[in-house]
């Protein structure tokens, strides 16, 4: 079993950067793919991005292609998310989820931390 805590959100202006950061408890984190999800008020979760198991390159959003990375490293048992040039419309709870492999559908992850809250004000 994963447990999985965010860190890292807060209250930006937009053009702003923020790093979030997901640590998950256990030994078998590197075993796990790693998504990144995130939910508006009144709206349903949203993928935003993923990463295998063993890092490289990662998979994301159309509408965070270019402005967000993300990253793990399976030495600290945490995966990043770094973004930049953050609008109002990336408003929302952050969630990461860990899962046996990349996907976009929130479904097919098993794990999941409690979300950390991004806000970008105009």
């Known amino acids: 079993q994963v447990q999985l805590v965010e860190s890292g959100g807060g209250l930006v202006q937009a053009g702003a950067s923020l790093r979030l950061s997901c640590s998950a408890s256990?030994?078998?984190?590197?075993?796990?793919?790693m998504g990144w999800f995130r939910q508006a008020p009144g709206k349903g979760r949203e993928f935003v991005a993923a990463?295998?198991?063993?890092?490289?390159?990662?998979v994301y959003a159309d509408s965070v292609k270019g402005r967000f990375t993300n990253s793990r490293d399976n030495t600290k048992n945490t995966v990043y998310l770094q973004m930049n040039s953050l609008k109002p419309e990336d408003t929302a709870v952050y969630f990461c989820a860990a899962g046996r492999n990349v996907a976009a559908n929130w479904r097919r992850y098993d794990y999941w931390g409690q979300g950390t809250q991004v806000t970008v004000s105009s």
């Open positions: 256990g030994r078998t984190f590197s075993s796990y793919a």
């Open positions: 990463i295998r198991r063993s890092g490289g390159s990662a």
